[in-house]
């Protein structure tokens, strides 16, 4: 009776981690074998696992990640790609990510680009960052049909406060005087507090982190 008044009290504490390892503790010979403060250390650990898994769950769940499972560990260095090792260790860190760092990958159709920006931003969502992958021209779709339904300044917002925006399929088709607003109202609240992944086809220079810009893109000095 005593067992069940607990773990009913656990749930209602919600503390679901500590729940099922107590029940878990009850039918385990060796566990009971243990001090009350080994047990209890053991309780208290399953629950920071289970709210820190819950956590990059929800995480993954909102970054919308084209490749769901692209994981760093999974990069391959083979087949003449030239990838420079420490480098990909360095960005797998995420400390780019913490010190407000942007990030431009190119490469010719079908090279990976975008698998290597789901790879980053699973890396980013496992340390508890905030991450949301969209494809560009989705984006400015987005962005205009916001502006149609007055909820622009809440996107903004949203997209203003998210640690790791990764922008795929960057510089497909030039952008009109709208998409080139928008695009610097975006980048513009980022800029220094944020870090954002642009994935572009090699062939197409278009970059809004570097001072030289492909006009037929975004013909606007200010970007």
């Not at 385990?28 to 289970?50: G, T, Y």
């Not at 159709?109 to 494809?135: E, H, I, M």
């Not at 917002?157 to 925006?165: F, G």
Request: with cysteine.
């Amino acid at each position: 009776m005593l067992i069940e008044q607990t773990l009913h009290t656990l749930n209602a504490l919600r503390l679901p981690g500590m729940a099922t390892a107590f029940i878990e503790q009850q039918t385990n010979a060796a566990s009971m074998s243990l001090s009350f403060d080994e047990r209890f250390a053991m309780l208290v650990d399953r629950e920071h696992a289970w709210r820190e898994n819950r956590r990059v769950s929800r995480l993954l769940r909102e970054a919308k990640l084209k490749s769901s499972q692209a994981c760093m560990e999974d990069v391959r260095y083979g087949d003449g790609r030239k990838l420079d090792k420490a480098l990909i260790a360095q960005l797998a860190s995420c400390q780019w990510i913490h010190a407000h760092q942007n990030l431009i990958l190119t490469g010719a159709t079908g090279c990976g680009k975008t698998w290597l920006a789901c790879a980053l931003g699973n890396a980013a969502c496992r340390q508890g960052l905030s991450v949301v992958y969209v494809r560009t021209p989705r984006l400015f779709e987005e962005l205009r049909i916001a502006h149609g339904d007055g909820s622009f300044s809440k996107r903004l917002a949203a997209l203003a406060k998210t640690d790791l925006l990764i922008l795929d399929d960057w510089g497909l088709a030039p952008l009109d005087q709208a998409g080139r607003n928008d695009l610097l109202e975006v980048l513009d609240d980022r800029v220094g507090v944020r870090s954002t992944v642009t994935a572009r086809v090699k062939v197409v220079v278009a970059s809004v982190m570097q001072p030289t810009v492909e006009y037929r893109y975004q013909p606007n000095a200010s970007l």
